[in-house]
């Protein structure tokens, strides 16, 4: 059985950070491309970050030069380290794990197998 769970979410400032992490079991991780994905009230589900099982990273452009994204197969996580917060940011953030790692589909979550509960973030000003 196929588990994602994130940790992390809370409460922050603008301008400050967060640190979001995924830890996966049942299935291998070191094979999955891990995404992360966030929804806002009343808003759709949206791409944020990627990493695939070459370690090849992909952002969506208004996060790009803010958070990181990374991956540690040893341990089965992946983290999305989020800095310059924004209140825009603020939503609910899902890992999501695919195994076929199509590029091309990436940013999309119909492409994704397995998903978390999601992590509640909220950025206050």
């Known amino acids: 059985q196929v588990q994602l769970v994130e940790s992390g979410g809370g409460l922050a400032q603008v301008g400050g950070s967060l640190t979001l992490s995924c830890a996966a079991s049942?299935?291998?991780?070191?094979?999955?491309?891990i995404a992360w994905f966030r929804q806002a009230p009343r808003k759709e589900r949206e791409f944020v970050a990627a990493i695939r099982w070459s370690n090849h990273m992909y952002y969506r452009d208004s996060v790009k030069g803010r958070f990181t994204i990374s991956r540690e197969n040893a341990k089965n996580t992946a983290t999305l380290q989020m800095n310059s917060l924004r209140p825009e940011d603020t939503a609910v953030y899902y890992c999501a794990a695919d195994r076929n790692g199509i590029l091309s589909s990436i940013r999309d979550s119909n492409t994704y197998d397995y998903w978390g509960q999601g992590t509640q973030v909220t950025v206050s000003s």
């Open positions: 049942g299935l291998t991780f070191n094979r999955y491309t």
